[in-house]
C-alpha cells in the first residue's frame, strides 16, 4: 500500500500544546435546535424512503393484476428504479448524518442475500469510502489526547489520506519514533525455526518483550477505567522511545484510531428513532423482535466509545490466534499510547475482502483458482469467527466486510473491535448444540435449541420454525423479510435474546460475503461443528448456573483483561 505520508519534520507543521488542540476539536455540541433539526431530517428523509416503496407495492399490484405485466416485467421497469432511487436516498441519509445511520447502512450494504442489489452496491461504498473529518482537526484531536506534539511520538503520520473513516472514528497510519538499540536482529536458525513452528519470530520476540520488561508496570494496570487514564495522559507529556518499542511491530509502522469529537450524544440520539422505527417495522412488516436487537445496540453503543476497553478485546482476540498468525491475524496495541479517545495499534496491511475481485493479479487467475481463493479465504473468516464465539465467547461483532482484510498469501486480518461481544456461557452452550443441530438437519434438535436459547416464536410447524433457526444461524439458510413465502412471516419472532443479536450479525455477515462471493453450498454450522463439540464438552454441566455470568459480570470480566494482551486472560468471575 502506498502512503502519502506526510514527515513532521519536512512538512515544518508544529502543533500547538494539547490543551490548546483541544480547543479546536471540542466545537459542535448538539444543542436543542440542532438535536430537533436532525431527528426531523431523519424522519422526513426515512418516511420517504418507506412511502416511495409502499407506492410501488401499489403500483406493481395494479400493473399485474389489471394491465397483465409479468413479473419479470414489472421488476424491471418498475422496481428496479425504485431500488435505484431508493439507494441513493439511504445512501445520502447515511453520509449526511452520519452517526449510527451510518453504522447500520454498513450492515446492510453486506446483505446482498436479500436486501436488493442496487441498494447493496451504493451503501457497499460506506464501508470505505466516508467523508473523513479534516486533516488540521484530526491533528489537533491526536494531540489533545496525547499531550504532546506529533513530532515526539511519530517519525511520520499521513493525515491527508486515511486508512479509513467510520461512524465514530477514523484511522491513519503512521511510524512511530522508536529506540532501535533494544532491537536485536534474529539470527538465520531462529528464523528457520520459526517458520518451521508456523510462528512469526518478531511476535514470539515481542511476547518475551512485554513479559520480561512490561510485567510489573502493566499488572498494575489491569483494573484501571477510562478516567485513570485520562489522568496520565496531560499537556506535554514526555514519551520514552525506549517504553514504546516493547510494544511496538519491529518497523515501527502503526495504525492511529482517533474518535471524532461529540460522536456519542449524535449516536445515543440515533438509537433513540431507530428504536421507534424498530417497533413501526416489527408491528408492520417484519414479523421479529427488532427492538430487542435495536436495544442491544443502544447497550453497546456507549462502550464501543471506550478506546482502552477496545485495546483489551482486541488484545485478549489476538491471543486467541496465537500460533495461526500463518492463517488469522489480529492486531495489537500500543499501551503506552491508548486512552479512552485514541489507539495506536499494530498495522495490517491488507485489502478489504470486498475489494479482493478488483486486484489484477486476483483478475489474472483462471476461474476455477479463483472460486478456490475465494472459498479458502471465507472459510479462514468463518473459521476465526466460530473460534471466538465457541470456544471462548469473546468475539469482533461490528459485522461488515470493511474490517475485514485479505493480506498477502491469502492470511486473513481481523480489524475493529469496538463492538465486540462477551456471549455467556448460558447461551454459549445451547448455540453449541444449535450448530450441531443445524449440520445433522434435525429440526427436532433445532427447535429443541431454540428454546434453550430461549428464542420464542408462534405457534407452527416444526419444519418451519427450524427454517427459520437456520435463517438466523447458518451460511446455507436465508431468510428473506420481504419474500412473501419467507418462513417468517408463517411464524413470528415474538422474543429474541439480545445476547444473541451480534452472534445472529456474524451469521448474516457470513452469508452475505458468500453470497457476494458466489459460494452458494457453504456451512458455517459444518464448519464450526468441532469447536461446537469442544464448547459442549469444556460447558456441559458447568453454564446451566445463571449465576456464573451475570450481565453485570461481563464488563467486570473485561475490565480485567490485560492491555497488553500477553497475560493469562482471567476466568469469568462466579
Known amino acids: 500500500m502506498d502512503v502519502k505520508g506526510v514527515s513532521i519534520h519536512r512538512s515544518g507543521k508544529h502543533a500547538s500544546s494539547g490543551s490548546n488542540s483541544a480547543q479546536t476539536v471540542t466545537g459542535g455540541e448538539l444543542t436543542p435546535l440542532k438535536k430537533v433539526q436532525r431527528t426531523s431530517e431523519f424522519w422526513i428523509r426515512a418516511t420517504s424512503v418507506y412511502a416511495g416503496y409502499k407506492a410501488t407495492q401499489i403500483r406493481s399490484s395494479l400493473l399485474r393484476n389489471v394491465l397483465g405485466w409479468s413479473d419479470e416485467r414489472v421488476e424491471e421497469e418498475v422496481w428496479a428504479k425504485q431500488h435505484e432511487k431508493a439507494a441513493e436516498q439511504m445512501y445520502s441519509i447515511c453520509v449526511d448524518l452520519r452517526g449510527f445511520y451510518l453504522k ?13 442489489i442496487q441498494i447493496c452496491k451504493k451503501l457497499s461504498l460506506l464501508q470505505d469510502k466516508v467523508p473523513p473529518m479534516p486533516k488540521e482537526q484530526a491533528q489537533a484531536a491526536i494531540e489533545a489526547e496525547l499531550g504532546t506534539p506529533l513530532e515526539n511520538v511519530f517519525e511520520w503520520i499521513d493525515l491527508d489520506e486515511p486508512l479509513g473513516s467510520a461512524s465514530i472514528s477514523q484511522v491513519h497510519k503512521a511510524k512511530l519514533r522508536l529506540s532501535q538499540s533494544i532491537k536485536s536482529k534474529p539470527r538465520l536458525w531462529q528464523r528457520i525455526w520459526s517458520w518451521l513452528r508456523q510462528k512469526d519470530f518478531d511476535e514470539i520476540q515481542r511476547a518475551q518483550e512485554y513479559r520480561k520488561d512490561g510485567a510489573g508496570e502493566i499488572s498494575e494496570m489491569l483494573y484501571y477505567n477510562s478516567s485513570e487514564v485520562d489522568t496520565c495522559f496531560g499537556p506535554h507529556r514526555s514519551f520514552d522511545p525506549s517504553e514504546i518499542a516493547q510494544y511496538a511491530p519491529p518497523d515501527g509502522t502503526v495504525a492511529v484510531k ?24 416489527s408491528k408492520t412488516e417484519i414479523k421479529f423482535d427488532m427492538l430487542s436487537a435495536v436495544d442491544e445496540l443502544a447497550k453497546q453503543i456507549k462502550l464501543e466509545f471506550d478506546f482502552s476497553r477496545e485495546a483489551r478485546i482486541m488484545n485478549a482476540v489476538a491471543k486467541q490466534f496465537d500460533g495461526l498468525g500463518h ?14 479517545r485514541l489507539l ?45 464465539i465457541l470456544l471462548d465467547g469473546l468475539f469482533q461483532a461490528d459485522g461488515h466486510p470493511g474490517n475485514i482484510l485479505v493480506m498477502k498469501g491469502g492470511r486473513i486480518g481481523l480489524i475493529d473491535y469496538g463492538q465486540s461481544k462477551k456471549l455467556p456461557d448460558r447461551y454459549r452452550l445451547p448455540f453449541a448444540k444449535m450448530i450441531l443441530a443445524l449440520e445433522q438437519k434435525d429440526n427436532s434438535k433445532i427447535c429443541r435449541a431454540m428454546q434453550e436459547l430461549n428464542i420464542e416464536t408462534s405457534e407452527g410447524d416444526e419444519a418451519v420454525k427450524a427454517r427459520i433457526a437456520w435463517g438466523m444461524f447458518d451460511t446455507e439458510g436465508t431468510i428473506n423479510p420481504f419474500d412473501p413465502n419467507s418462513p417468517i412471516k408463517q411464524v413470528s419472532v415474538e422474543n429474541f435474546p439480545s445476547d444473541l443479536f451480534f452472534v445472529l450479525r456474524v451469521s448474516q455477515l457470513l452469508r452475505g460475503l458468500s453470497n457476494g462471493m458466489n459460494i452458494h453450498d457453504f456451512s458455517a454450522a459444518k464448519q464450526w461443528s468441532g469447536f461446537a463439540r469442544t464448547a459442549i ?25 490485560p492491555i497488553d494482551g500477553y497475560f493469562e486472560i482471567p476466568e469469568l468471575p462466579s
Open 327 to 340: 492463517r488469522i491475524l489480529v492486531p495489537r496495541s500500543i499501551p503506552p499510547l491508548v486512552t479512552p
Open 344 to 388: 495506536v495499534m499494530d498495522f495490517i496491511d491488507g485489502i478489504p475482502i470486498t475489494k479482493m475481485k478488483d486486484q489484477v493479479e486476483f483478475q489474472n487467475l483462471p476461474a476455477a483458482t479463483k472460486r478456490m481463493a475465494a472459498r479458502q479465504i471465507l472459510g479462514k473468516v468463518s473459521e476465526a469467527y466460530g473460534r471466538m
Open 104 to 116: 447500520g447502512g454498513q450492515f446492510l450494504g453486506a446483505r446482498s442475500d436479500f436486501i436488493p
Open 258 to 281: 482517533i474518535q471524532y469529537p461529540n460522536s456519542l450524544p449524535t449516536m445515543t440520539m440515533d438509537l433513540q428513532s431507530l428504536r421507534i422505527w424498530a417497533v413501526f417495522l
Open 537 to 561: 464438552r469444556d460447558l456441559e454441566g458447568y453454564a446451566g448456573n445463571d449465576s456464573h455470568d451475570k450481565d453485570t459480570s461481563i464488563e467486570e470480566y473485561i475490565c480485567m483483561l
